[in-house]
C-alpha cells in the first residue's frame, strides 16, 4: 500500500500547511502577479464591502504589473477576466440575486470575501428559502465552498428534494451522482448528487448521508441519466437504490465479491486471492 | 420517436433468447468497430434493433481507487489514462480541480498555454473520432488522412512536454514546461496548414451522398432526451442546445477568446458530424487568437510542493472534446485525496445508445457509437 | 426548384469530387509512412524515454545524492534508492538503485523531482525487450544509460 | 496427333468452335493460371494503389516494394490451421468456396480475351456469363448458412438479396447492349465474340453508340457490377466494421484463400463483360479516328512499350534503393525483375508475337481499368446501408436500366417507325 509520508518528506518546508491555509500566498516574495492577487483581496477583506470586490480583484494584478516583467497588453488580458464575470452571472442566475454568483468567477465573485482558508459559507437564495419553508429542517445546511453551492438534505427526502429541484426550480440536468465513504462516520456514506440548471446556469450539489444498508429511491424517473450513475454506485460502494430498473454492476463483473471503493476494501487481500485462486501462486504483493 | 414504445422490451430477457423470431447478436468486445472493448448485446428481428444492452467495464482499472492512494500531483499522469486520445484535456480538468480546491489560479500565461494545448487536443480528439466514424460507415481512406495531421499536433505536443499520446502537460497550479522555442510558429503553421485539409476531409464526405444517406436521420436525439440523459458536448449541441462550458461557464482564460459554439438542428448523425467538424475550425481560430495574445509571465502560480488542500470538496469541469469532464474531489487535508470522482462524458453518452438505435438497422449502430465519441478507456475508467 | 443540385445528383459531382481527392493523393511522395529501422523519428528534447543516472562528467562520480525525492514523487512506487553516509567524505552514496522499468510511465515526475539533476529521461525510446527480468535497471544499467540496438540485421 | 493439334492453329476460330480437345484443355489451363496470376497481381496493386492513396506505402518489406507479398500471404494461407468450427454443417462448409471458386472460373470459358483466345463460343454466351455467375451466391449462402454464426448468417442473406436485386439491372443493361447488336443491322448475337465483332463491323463501341443511351447502359452495368461483386461501396456482406467479415467469418487459411480468389476472379469476369459489351472487347481504341496501317504498326508497339515503361520503373527503383547491405538482395532482385519485364518486352517485338498477343493485349489493358476503378472506389466511398442499396437497385438502377432498353429499342426501330409513320401521315 502506498502510504505517503507526510512529516518525512525532506522538502517540505511549508509554513501555511497548519493553519490549513490553501496557498502559500502571503509569505513568500510574491515577485509573481498572481501571488500578490492573492493577498491584497485577503488583506482588504474585511474593509471592502461585497459589491466592489471583483474590483478589487481587477485592480491587484495590474497594481502588481510593473513589478513584474509584464507586457501592458498581458496587464488589460489578466483585468478582463474579472469584469465580465459579474455582468455574465447577473442575467444567467435569472432570478437569483447577488450571492448566487457564476462559479467561474471562483474566488473573487463570492459576495464574502475570500477568507484564510475557505470554510463553506451559508447560501441564502430564494431557492433556500423555498425548500426550507416546505422541508423545514430536512435541509441540513446550505452553503457554498469556493463559490460552489451545495445541499445537506435528510435521506428521508432526498427523492422529493430532487423531484423539487427537478420540476420547480428547473434543475433539468443530472451531472453525476456519485457516493463518498466515511467508515468512522455512523452514516457512512455521503451520496452526492450534481445538479445543473440549463435555466439558471448554475451547479448545486444536493447531498445525503445514509447508513450502510439504507436504500434510497432512485432517481431514474427524475433523470434517465441516474441509470448508469446508480448502477456505478451500487457497484463500487453497495448502495442500493429501491426502484432502479436493473440494478446490477456495471464496471465490475458480476462475480466480484466487494465494493472497491469503499474505504475498508481490502485491495492487496483482493490481489493475493485471485492469484491465489486463478495462478495457483503465493502473490508477491 | 414515439413510435419506439412499442418495441420489445430489453428486460423480458431469458424466454425471448429462445424465441425464433428474434436473434441475439453480441457485438463485442472484440469487434471491428466497438472502438476498444465494449460489447453491445443487439436483439434484432432481421437486421432490425430491438434494443441493446451494453456491458462495459472491460477496461475498468480502478482509476478512482487509484487516487486514493496517490497524492494529488502523482494522480496526475493517470488521468490522461482515461481519455487517452484527448489526455490534455483530462490534466486540464484534473490540474483545474485541485487549484480550486487549493484556491489558487494559474497565471495569465500558463492559462493560455494551457488554453492553446487543450484545443490542439480537441482538434486531435475529433480528428480521430472523424477518422474512426467515417471507418466504421466504410470509407477507410479519412482516417489516414486525420492521423496524417493529427501528427503534427502530437508532433507540438511532444515538443512542448515530451509526451504524445499520454501528455502529462500541465501541473497542479499552472505549466511545468515553458513554451519551446518556436511554439507560437508551430501552432500558426498547423493552423494554417490544417485548415485546408480540413476542407479535403469534407469534400469527401460531407457532400457525398453515400455518407448522408448513412448519416441523415440516424441516431436522432432530441433535445428533452438528451438533457434527460445527461448527454453533453457535441451530442448535446447538435440536438440544438447551445451549451457549452466554455461559454457558460468559462474557465481558463476562455472568456477572452472570440469564438461560435456550432449546434445543429436534427441531432442526428449528420449534424454532429457536421458540429464537430465546425468545432475543429472553432478550435482554430481560439488557437489563433491564443497564440497572438499569448502574454508573458510566470507559468506557475505559488503551490506548495507538496499539495494539501484544505478539508472540502469541490466539483469542477470542463468541456471536454466529448462533453462534460468532471471532477469531484474530496479532500480531508491530507496529502492524498479522500475522494476524486471522474466524470466522464463517455460513459454517460453511452447510455443514450439504446435510445438512438432502437428501430435502426445494424450499420446503423455502428454509426451511432461512432458518432457518439466514446472512448472505453474514459467509459471503465 | 433549382436545378443545379439535381444536375450535381445526376452526375455525380459530389462522388467525383471525393475521387479526385484520392486521385490526387497518390504519387509515393504525398506518402508519410517512416520506414522504422531505416528511418529514425526525429525524438524531441523534452521527450521522456528511458531513464539514466547522470554522473559528474569530470569525476565520474554519481550525481545522484540519496535525497530519495524521486521514489516519493513516483506514483508508482517502481524507484528504490537505498544509500548509506559514507563516513570519509560525510556525503551519502548510492547502495543500490533499481528502476523498475516494465511499470514506467514516463510521467516525468521523478526527473522534476531530482534537485540534482542526476536523474534524466532520456530521448531513447527503443526499449523493448523479450523478458520482464531486463527491465529492471540498476545503478550499473542506469548509468551506462540507453544503449539503443540497431534493429537491422 | 501432331496433325491434329497443328490443324486447329489454321483454323482461326476458338477451340470449342474447332472442336479441339487439347487446345481446349490448354487454353482452360492458360485461363485459370492466368486468372489466378492475374489475382495475385490485383493483391499486390490492390495494396499499392489503396496505400498510396491513403497516404500509406503498402508492402514494402517481402521483396522489393513488397512484390513477394502475395506469394508469402499465399503460403502463409496455404499452411495455416484448417479450422472448421464446432457445430458447422461440415460438408456445406467444406463445399461452399469450391463451388464459389468453380462457378467464378467457369464464367472464364466463354470471355473472349481475342478473336481466337477464348476457350469457346457459345451463341448464348452473354446468358451463360449470366447464369453461371449468378450461381456463385449459392456458394456464399452455404458458406454463411453452415458456419452456424450470427454474422456470416446475416452477411450471406445480405448478399443473396444484393445479388438478386442487382442481377435485374445488369440483365436489363446487358440487353440493351444485345439490342445494339441486332438493331440496324438485323444480325442480332448473344455470344461473345459476336458483339464484339458487331462493335467492330458498326465502327463504334456500344459505350458510344446510339449516345448517351449506350453510356447509360453501361453506366447502370457498371453500377450493378460493383454490386454485384460485393465490392465498396456495394461490401455488405463483408462489411468489415459491422459483420467483421460477413459470410466468411468463420474461414480461414486455403478455403478462406478460395473466397478470396473468387471474388477476385469474380470481379475480373465482371469486368470482361462490360469491356466485351461496351468497349469493344479485344480492339484497339480509335481504329477510326487514327485508323490505317501505320497506325495499326504504332498501336503494335505499344504492349512492349508498356513492359519497357515497367522495366524503366524496377530500374528506376534499383537506383532508389537503399545503399545499404541490407537492402542488396532486394536491390538485385528488382533489378531482375525489370531485366525480366525488358526481356518479354523484347519478346513482344517480335512480329510473329506481337500479333498474337495484340488482342490480349488490348482486353487486359482494359479490364485493368476497371480494376483500378473498383479500387479507387474502395479508397472513396463510405458504405451504403442495407435498404439504401436496396433502394439504389430497386428505384435508381432498375427504372433506368428499362429506360435505357426501351429508348434504345425506339432509337433502333427510329427508320423503321420513321417510315411507318411518314407512311400513316401520307
Given at each position: 500500500m502506498p502510504e505517503e509520508t507526510k512529516g518525512t518528506d525532506?522538502?517540505?518546508?511549508?509554513?501555511?500547511s497548519p493553519a490549513g491555509a490553501?496557498?502559500?500566498?502571503?509569505?513568500?516574495?510574491?515577485?509573481?502577479a498572481k501571488a500578490s492577487a492573492e493577498t491584497s483581496p485577503s488583506s482588504a477583506a474585511p474593509t471592502?464591502?461585497?459589491?466592489s470586490a471583483p474590483a478589487a480583484k481587477a485592480e491587484a494584478p495590474s497594481a502588481a504589473k510593473?513589478?513584474?516583467?509584464?507586457?501592458p497588453a498581458a496587464a488589460t488580458t489578466a483585468a478582463?477576466?474579472?469584469?465580465p464575470a459579474k455582468p455574465a452571472a447577473a442575467p444567467a442566475t435569472?432570478?437569483?440575486?447577488?450571492?448566487?454568483?457564476?462559479?467561474?468567477?471562483?474566488?473573487?465573485?463570492?459576495?464574502?470575501p475570500k477568507p484564510e482558508g475557505p470554510k463553506p459559507e451559508p447560501w441564502e437564495a430564494d431557492l433556500i428559502t423555498r425548500l426550507r419553508s416546505q422541508y423545514g429542517s430536512g435541509i441540513k445546511e446550505a452553503s457554498t465552498y469556493v463559490g460552489q453551492k451545495y445541499l445537506v438534505v435528510d435521506s428521508s427526502i432526498v427523492y422529493e428534494i430532487l423531484l423539487h429541484m427537478r420540476h420547480?426550480?428547473?434543475?433539468?440536468?443530472?451531472?453525476d451522482i456519485t457516493a463518498v465513504h466515511?467508515?468512522?462516520?455512523?452514516?457512512q456514506f455521503d451520496i452526492v448528487y450534481i445538479l445543473y440548471s440549463f435555466h439558471h446556469n448554475q451547479r448545486v450539489r444536493v447531498k445525503t448521508q445514509i447508513k450502510d444498508g439504507e436504500h434510497l429511491r432512485t432517481a431514474v424517473e427524475i433523470w434517465e441519466t441516474a441509470n448508469w450513475l446508480e448502477r456505478e454506485v451500487f457497484d463500487m460502494f453497495g448502495i442500493e437504490f429501491d426502484g432502479h430498473p436493473d440494478l446490477k454492476r456495471i464496471?465490475?463483473?458480476?462475480?466480484?465479491?466487494?465494493?472497491?471503493?469503499?474505504?475498508?476494501?481490502p485491495i492487496l487481500q483482493q490481489d493475493q486471492e485471485w492469484v491465489r485462486i486463478n495462478l495457483g501462486i503465493e502473490s508477491g504483493q | 420517436m414515439s413510435e419506439r414504445t412499442d418495441y420489445l422490451d430489453l428486460d423480458t430477457k431469458d424466454e425471448t433468447f429462445?424465441?425464433?423470431?428474434e436473434l441475439v447478436l453480441n457485438m463485442?468486445?472484440?469487434?471491428?468497430?466497438?472502438?476498444?472493448?465494449l460489447r453491445v448485446i443487439l436483439k434484432l428481428d432481421g437486421e432490425k434493433v430491438l434494443g441493446t444492452e451494453c456491458v462495459i467495464g472491460?477496461?475498468?482499472?480502478g482509476v478512482e481507487k487509484i487516487a486514493e492512494n496517490r497524492t494529488y500531483a502523482m494522480f496526475n499522469p493517470y488521468?490522461?489514462?482515461?481519455?487517452y486520445v484527448a489526455a490534455v484535456s483530462n490534466g486540464l480538468g484534473y490540474c483545474e480541480a485541485v487549484e480550486k480546491l487549493l484556491n489558487v489560479e494559474a497565471p495569465p500565461r500558463a492559462q493560455y498555454i494551457r488554453v492553446i494545448l487543450t484545443e490542439l487536443c480537441r482538434i486531435a480528439s475529433h480528428q480521430v473520432w472523424l477518422g474512426t466514424h467515417a471507418l466504421d460507415i466504410g470509407a477507410i481512406t479519412p482516417l489516414f488522412y486525420c492521423f496524417r495531421d493529427r501528427e503534427e499536433v502530437l508532433k507540438i505536443f511532444e515538443k512542448y512536454c515530451?509526451?504524445?499520446?499520454?501528455?502529462?502537460?500541465?501541473?497542479?497550479?499552472?505549466?511545468?514546461?515553458?513554451?519551446?522555442?518556436g511554439f507560437e510558429q508551430d501552432c500558426k503553421k498547423f493552423c494554417d496548414a490544417f485548415l485546408p485539409k480540413l476542407d479535403e476531409y469534407e469534400e469527401l464526405l460531407t457532400t457525398n451522398r453515400i455518407w448522408v444517406e448513412r448519416t441523415k436521420g440516424v441516431g436522432i436525439l432530441n433535445p428533452e432526451d438528451c438533457i434527460a440523459l445527461g448527454v453533453t458536448g457535441p451530442v448535446l449541441r447538435a440536438?440544438?442546445?447551445?451549451?457549452?462550458l466554455r461559454k457558460?461557464?468559462?474557465?481558463?482564460?476562455?472568456?477572452?477568446f472570440d469564438f461560435e459554439i456550432p449546434t445543429g438542428l436534427n441531432g442526428d448523425t449528420y449534424d454532429r458530424y457536421l458540429v464537430r467538424i465546425e468545432e475543429m475550425r472553432q478550435a482554430v481560430r481560439i488557437i489563433r487568437q491564443a497564440v497572438d495574445g499569448l502574454p508573458q509571465g510566470?507559468?506557475?502560480?505559488?503551490?506548495?510542493?507538496?499539495i494539501k488542500p484544505p478539508v472540502g470538496e469541490v466539483y469542477h469541469s470542463i468541456e471536454a472534446p466529448k462533453g462534460e469532464l468532471g471532477y469531484f474531489i474530496v479532500s480531508d487535508?491530507?496529502?492524498?485525496?479522500y475522494r476524486i470522482r471522474v466524470r466522464p462524458p463517455s460513459f454517460v453518452n453511452l447510455q443514450a445508445l439504446d435510445k438512438m438505435v432502437r428501430g435502426l438497422l445494424v450499420a446503423d449502430v455502428v454509426a451511432v457509437i461512432g458518432t457518439l465519441d466514446i472512448v472505453l478507456g474514459e467509459v471503465d475508467r | 426548384m433549382s436545378l443545379t443540385p439535381l444536375l450535381r445528383k445526376i452526375f455525380l459531382v459530389d462522388l467525383v469530387k471525393g475521387l479526385k481527392v484520392t486521385f490526387h493523393y497518390?504519387?509515393?511522395?504525398?506518402?508519410?509512412t517512416e520506414q522504422y529501422p531505416l528511418e529514425r523519428p526525429v525524438i524531441f528534447e523534452r521527450f521522456r524515454g528511458q531513464p539514466r543516472l547522470n554522473s559528474n562528467?569530470?569525476?565520474?562520480?554519481?550525481?545522484?545524492?540519496?535525497?530519495n525525492l524521486c521514489a516519493l514523487a513516483c506514483p508508482e512506487q517502481l524507484i528504490v534508492v537505498k544509500g548509506e553516509r559514507n563516513p570519509a567524505t560525510k556525503r551519502k552514496e548510492v547502495v543500490s538503485w533499481t528502476y523498475?522499468?516494465?511499470?514506467?510511465?514516463?510521467?516525468?515526475l521523478c526527473e522534476e523531482a531530482c534537485s540534482t539533476d542526476a536523474l534524466e529521461l532520456t530521448?531513447?525510446?527503443?526499449?523493448?525487450?523479450?523478458?520482464?527480468?531486463?527491465?529492471?535497471?540498476d545503478q550499473a544499467a542506469l548509468e551506462r544509460g540507453p544503449e539503443p540496438e540497431k534493429y537491422a540485421k | 496427333m501432331i496433325e491434329y493439334i497443328k490443324g486447329y492453329?489454321?483454323?482461326?476460330?476458338?477451340p470449342g468452335e474447332a472442336g479441339n480437345l487439347f487446345w481446349a484443355t490448354v487454353y482452360i489451363l492458360l485461363v485459370i493460371a492466368g486468372v489466378s496470376v492475374a489475382v495475385l497481381c490485383m493483391n499486390w496493386l490492390e495494396r499499392k494503389i489503396l496505400a498510396h492513396m491513403q497516404i500509406r506505402l503498402g508492402p514494402?518489406?517481402?521483396?522489393?516494394?513488397?512484390?513477394l507479398q502475395p506469394f508469402a500471404d499465399a503460403l502463409k494461407l496455404l499452411i495455416k490451421e484448417d479450422i472448421i468450427p464446432h457445430d458447422a454443417d461440415k460438408l456445406v462448409f467444406w463445399s461452399a468456396p469450391v463451388v464459389v471458386t468453380m462457378t467464378a472460373f467457369t464464367t472464364?470459358?466463354?470471355?473472349?480475351?481475342?478473336?481466337?483466345?477464348?476457350v469457346t463460343d457459345m451463341n448464348i454466351g452473354v446468358l451463360f456469363m449470366l447464369g453461371v455467375s449468378s450461381l456463385g451466391v449459392l456458394g456464399i449462402i452455404m458458406a454463411g448458412w453452415s458456419s452456424n454464426s450470427h454474422y456470416p448468417l446475416m452477411g450471406s442473406l445480405r448478399s443473396s438479396a444484393q445479388m438478386v436485386s442487382y442481377e435485374i439491372a445488369m440483365g436489363l443493361a446487358i440487353v440493351s447492349a444485345v439490342l445494339m447488336t441486332s438493331l440496324?443491322?438485323?444480325?442480332?448475337?448473344?455470344?461473345m465474340i459476336g458483339i464484339v465483332e458487331s462493335q467492330a463491323s458498326q465502327h463504334t463501341w456500344f459505350i458510344f453508340k446510339f449516345f448517351p443511351l449506350g453510356f447509360l447502359a453501361f453506366a447502370v452495368f457498371a453500377i450493378a457490377m460493383v454490386a454485384e461483386t460485393n465490392r465498396?461501396?456495394?461490401d455488405l456482406p463483408e462489411a468489415e466494421s459491422e459483420l467483421?467479415?460477413?459470410?466468411?467469418?468463420e474461414y480461414s487459411g486455403f478455403r478462406w484463400s478460395l473466397f478470396f480468389l473468387a471474388e477476385y476472379s469474380a470481379m475480373l469476369a465482371v469486368s470482361s463483360i462490360a469491356v466485351t459489351l461496351w468497349?469493344?472487347?479485344?480492339m484497339r481504341p480509335f481504329p477510326n479516328l487514327l485508323g490505317g496501317p501505320t497506325w495499326d504498326m504504332a498501336f503494335s508497339f505499344l504492349p512492349a512499350l508498356t513492359f519497357f515503361v515497367l522495366a524503366a520503373g524496377c530500374f528506376l527503383g534499383t537506383i532508389r534503393m537503399p545503399k545499404i547491405p541490407q537492402f542488396r538482395i532486394q536491390t538485385i532482385g528488382l533489378g531482375t525483375f525489370g531485366a525480366l519485364l525488358g526481356f518479354v518486352g523484347l519478346v513482344l517485338l517480335v512480329p510473329a508475337v506481337s500479333v498474337r498477343i495484340q488482342d490480349i493485349y488490348w482486353f487486359v489493358v482494359k479490364v485493368a481499368f476497371f480494376m483500378y476503378l473498383y479500387i479507387w472506389y474502395r479508397g472513396t466511398f463510405p458504405r451504403y446501408r442495407f435498404d439504401q442499396l436496396m433502394k439504389v437497385g430497386w428505384k435508381v438502377l432498375l427504372p433506368t436500366g428499362l429506360g435505357v432498353l426501351i429508348a434504345t429499342a425506339l432509337w433502333g426501330l427510329m427508320p423503321q417507325l420513321s417510315a411507318a409513320l411518314t407512311g400513316v401521315l401520307q
Amino acid at each position: 500500500m502506498p502510504e505517503e509520508t507526510k512529516g518525512t518528506d525532506p522538502v517540505s518546508p511549508e509554513p501555511s500547511s497548519p493553519a490549513g491555509a490553501p496557498v502559500a500566498s502571503g509569505e513568500g516574495a510574491g515577485s509573481g502577479a498572481k501571488a500578490s492577487a492573492e493577498t491584497s483581496p485577503s488583506s482588504a477583506a474585511p474593509t471592502v464591502p461585497a459589491p466592489s470586490a471583483p474590483a478589487a480583484k481587477a485592480e491587484a494584478p495590474s497594481a502588481a504589473k510593473p513589478a513584474g516583467p509584464v507586457k501592458p497588453a498581458a496587464a488589460t488580458t489578466a483585468a478582463k477576466p474579472a469584469e465580465p464575470a459579474k455582468p455574465a452571472a447577473a442575467p444567467a442566475t435569472g432570478e437569483k440575486p447577488a450571492p448566487a454568483a457564476a462559479k467561474p468567477a471562483a474566488p473573487a465573485a463570492k459576495p464574502a470575501p475570500k477568507p484564510e482558508g475557505p470554510k463553506p459559507e451559508p447560501w441564502e437564495a430564494d431557492l433556500i428559502t423555498r425548500l426550507r419553508s416546505q422541508y423545514g429542517s430536512g435541509i441540513k445546511e446550505a452553503s457554498t465552498y469556493v463559490g460552489q453551492k451545495y445541499l445537506v438534505v435528510d435521506s428521508s427526502i432526498v427523492y422529493e428534494i430532487l423531484l423539487h429541484m427537478r420540476h420547480d426550480e428547473l434543475f433539468d440536468y443530472c451531472v453525476d451522482i456519485t457516493a463518498v465513504h466515511y467508515p468512522k462516520r455512523e452514516a457512512q456514506f455521503d451520496i452526492v448528487y450534481i445538479l445543473y440548471s440549463f435555466h439558471h446556469n448554475q451547479r448545486v450539489r444536493v447531498k445525503t448521508q445514509i447508513k450502510d444498508g439504507e436504500h434510497l429511491r432512485t432517481a431514474v424517473e427524475i433523470w434517465e441519466t441516474a441509470n448508469w450513475l446508480e448502477r456505478e454506485v451500487f457497484d463500487m460502494f453497495g448502495i442500493e437504490f429501491d426502484g432502479h430498473p436493473d440494478l446490477k454492476r456495471i464496471l465490475l463483473p458480476d462475480g466480484w465479491k466487494g465494493h472497491p471503493l469503499r474505504k475498508d476494501y481490502p485491495i492487496l487481500q483482493q490481489d493475493q486471492e485471485w492469484v491465489r485462486i486463478n495462478l495457483g501462486i503465493e502473490s508477491g504483493q | 420517436m414515439s413510435e419506439r414504445t412499442d418495441y420489445l422490451d430489453l428486460d423480458t430477457k431469458d424466454e425471448t433468447f429462445l424465441d425464433a423470431t428474434e436473434l441475439v447478436l453480441n457485438m463485442g468486445p472484440q469487434h471491428p468497430s466497438t472502438h476498444g472493448v465494449l460489447r453491445v448485446i443487439l436483439k434484432l428481428d432481421g437486421e432490425k434493433v430491438l434494443g441493446t444492452e451494453c456491458v462495459i467495464g472491460y477496461l475498468h482499472r480502478g482509476v478512482e481507487k487509484i487516487a486514493e492512494n496517490r497524492t494529488y500531483a502523482m494522480f496526475n499522469p493517470y488521468v490522461d489514462r482515461m481519455d487517452y486520445v484527448a489526455a490534455v484535456s483530462n490534466g486540464l480538468g484534473y490540474c483545474e480541480a485541485v487549484e480550486k480546491l487549493l484556491n489558487v489560479e494559474a497565471p495569465p500565461r500558463a492559462q493560455y498555454i494551457r488554453v492553446i494545448l487543450t484545443e490542439l487536443c480537441r482538434i486531435a480528439s475529433h480528428q480521430v473520432w472523424l477518422g474512426t466514424h467515417a471507418l466504421d460507415i466504410g470509407a477507410i481512406t479519412p482516417l489516414f488522412y486525420c492521423f496524417r495531421d493529427r501528427e503534427e499536433v502530437l508532433k507540438i505536443f511532444e515538443k512542448y512536454c515530451g509526451a504524445r499520446l499520454t501528455t502529462h502537460a500541465f501541473r497542479i497550479g499552472g505549466c511545468i514546461y515553458e513554451a519551446y522555442e518556436g511554439f507560437e510558429q508551430d501552432c500558426k503553421k498547423f493552423c494554417d496548414a490544417f485548415l485546408p485539409k480540413l476542407d479535403e476531409y469534407e469534400e469527401l464526405l460531407t457532400t457525398n451522398r453515400i455518407w448522408v444517406e448513412r448519416t441523415k436521420g440516424v441516431g436522432i436525439l432530441n433535445p428533452e432526451d438528451c438533457i434527460a440523459l445527461g448527454v453533453t458536448g457535441p451530442v448535446l449541441r447538435a440536438s440544438g442546445v447551445k451549451w457549452d462550458l466554455r461559454k457558460a461557464q468559462p474557465y481558463e482564460s476562455y472568456k477572452d477568446f472570440d469564438f461560435e459554439i456550432p449546434t445543429g438542428l436534427n441531432g442526428d448523425t449528420y449534424d454532429r458530424y457536421l458540429v464537430r467538424i465546425e468545432e475543429m475550425r472553432q478550435a482554430v481560430r481560439i488557437i489563433r487568437q491564443a497564440v497572438d495574445g499569448l502574454p508573458q509571465g510566470p507559468i506557475m502560480a505559488k503551490v506548495p510542493k507538496v499539495i494539501k488542500p484544505p478539508v472540502g470538496e469541490v466539483y469542477h469541469s470542463i468541456e471536454a472534446p466529448k462533453g462534460e469532464l468532471g471532477y469531484f474531489i474530496v479532500s480531508d487535508a491530507s496529502t492524498q485525496p479522500y475522494r476524486i470522482r471522474v466524470r466522464p462524458p463517455s460513459f454517460v453518452n453511452l447510455q443514450a445508445l439504446d435510445k438512438m438505435v432502437r428501430g435502426l438497422l445494424v450499420a446503423d449502430v455502428v454509426a451511432v457509437i461512432g458518432t457518439l465519441d466514446i472512448v472505453l478507456g474514459e467509459v471503465d475508467r | 426548384m433549382s436545378l443545379t443540385p439535381l444536375l450535381r445528383k445526376i452526375f455525380l459531382v459530389d462522388l467525383v469530387k471525393g475521387l479526385k481527392v484520392t486521385f490526387h493523393y497518390q504519387p509515393p511522395s504525398e506518402a508519410i509512412t517512416e520506414q522504422y529501422p531505416l528511418e529514425r523519428p526525429v525524438i524531441f528534447e523534452r521527450f521522456r524515454g528511458q531513464p539514466r543516472l547522470n554522473s559528474n562528467p569530470d569525476t565520474g562520480e554519481s550525481l545522484c545524492i540519496v535525497c530519495n525525492l524521486c521514489a516519493l514523487a513516483c506514483p508508482e512506487q517502481l524507484i528504490v534508492v537505498k544509500g548509506e553516509r559514507n563516513p570519509a567524505t560525510k556525503r551519502k552514496e548510492v547502495v543500490s538503485w533499481t528502476y523498475d522499468l516494465s511499470r514506467c510511465m514516463f510521467c516525468g515526475l521523478c526527473e522534476e523531482a531530482c534537485s540534482t539533476d542526476a536523474l534524466e529521461l532520456t530521448q531513447d525510446y527503443e526499449m523493448a525487450l523479450y523478458s520482464r527480468e531486463g527491465m529492471v535497471l540498476d545503478q550499473a544499467a542506469l548509468e551506462r544509460g540507453p544503449e539503443p540496438e540497431k534493429y537491422a540485421k | 496427333m501432331i496433325e491434329y493439334i497443328k490443324g486447329y492453329l489454321s483454323s482461326g476460330t476458338t477451340p470449342g468452335e474447332a472442336g479441339n480437345l487439347f487446345w481446349a484443355t490448354v487454353y482452360i489451363l492458360l485461363v485459370i493460371a492466368g486468372v489466378s496470376v492475374a489475382v495475385l497481381c490485383m493483391n499486390w496493386l490492390e495494396r499499392k494503389i489503396l496505400a498510396h492513396m491513403q497516404i500509406r506505402l503498402g508492402p514494402m518489406r517481402v521483396g522489393p516494394h513488397g512484390l513477394l507479398q502475395p506469394f508469402a500471404d499465399a503460403l502463409k494461407l496455404l499452411i495455416k490451421e484448417d479450422i472448421i468450427p464446432h457445430d458447422a454443417d461440415k460438408l456445406v462448409f467444406w463445399s461452399a468456396p469450391v463451388v464459389v471458386t468453380m462457378t467464378a472460373f467457369t464464367t472464364f470459358l466463354v470471355v473472349p480475351f481475342g478473336r481466337t483466345h477464348a476457350v469457346t463460343d457459345m451463341n448464348i454466351g452473354v446468358l451463360f456469363m449470366l447464369g453461371v455467375s449468378s450461381l456463385g451466391v449459392l456458394g456464399i449462402i452455404m458458406a454463411g448458412w453452415s458456419s452456424n454464426s450470427h454474422y456470416p448468417l446475416m452477411g450471406s442473406l445480405r448478399s443473396s438479396a444484393q445479388m438478386v436485386s442487382y442481377e435485374i439491372a445488369m440483365g436489363l443493361a446487358i440487353v440493351s447492349a444485345v439490342l445494339m447488336t441486332s438493331l440496324q443491322t438485323g444480325t442480332g448475337t448473344l455470344s461473345m465474340i459476336g458483339i464484339v465483332e458487331s462493335q467492330a463491323s458498326q465502327h463504334t463501341w456500344f459505350i458510344f453508340k446510339f449516345f448517351p443511351l449506350g453510356f447509360l447502359a453501361f453506366a447502370v452495368f457498371a453500377i450493378a457490377m460493383v454490386a454485384e461483386t460485393n465490392r465498396a461501396p456495394f461490401d455488405l456482406p463483408e462489411a468489415e466494421s459491422e459483420l467483421v467479415a460477413g459470410f466468411h467469418t468463420e474461414y480461414s487459411g486455403f478455403r478462406w484463400s478460395l473466397f478470396f480468389l473468387a471474388e477476385y476472379s469474380a470481379m475480373l469476369a465482371v469486368s470482361s463483360i462490360a469491356v466485351t459489351l461496351w468497349l469493344g472487347g479485344w480492339m484497339r481504341p480509335f481504329p477510326n479516328l487514327l485508323g490505317g496501317p501505320t497506325w495499326d504498326m504504332a498501336f503494335s508497339f505499344l504492349p512492349a512499350l508498356t513492359f519497357f515503361v515497367l522495366a524503366a520503373g524496377c530500374f528506376l527503383g534499383t537506383i532508389r534503393m537503399p545503399k545499404i547491405p541490407q537492402f542488396r538482395i532486394q536491390t538485385i532482385g528488382l533489378g531482375t525483375f525489370g531485366a525480366l519485364l525488358g526481356f518479354v518486352g523484347l519478346v513482344l517485338l517480335v512480329p510473329a508475337v506481337s500479333v498474337r498477343i495484340q488482342d490480349i493485349y488490348w482486353f487486359v489493358v482494359k479490364v485493368a481499368f476497371f480494376m483500378y476503378l473498383y479500387i479507387w472506389y474502395r479508397g472513396t466511398f463510405p458504405r451504403y446501408r442495407f435498404d439504401q442499396l436496396m433502394k439504389v437497385g430497386w428505384k435508381v438502377l432498375l427504372p433506368t436500366g428499362l429506360g435505357v432498353l426501351i429508348a434504345t429499342a425506339l432509337w433502333g426501330l427510329m427508320p423503321q417507325l420513321s417510315a411507318a409513320l411518314t407512311g400513316v401521315l401520307q
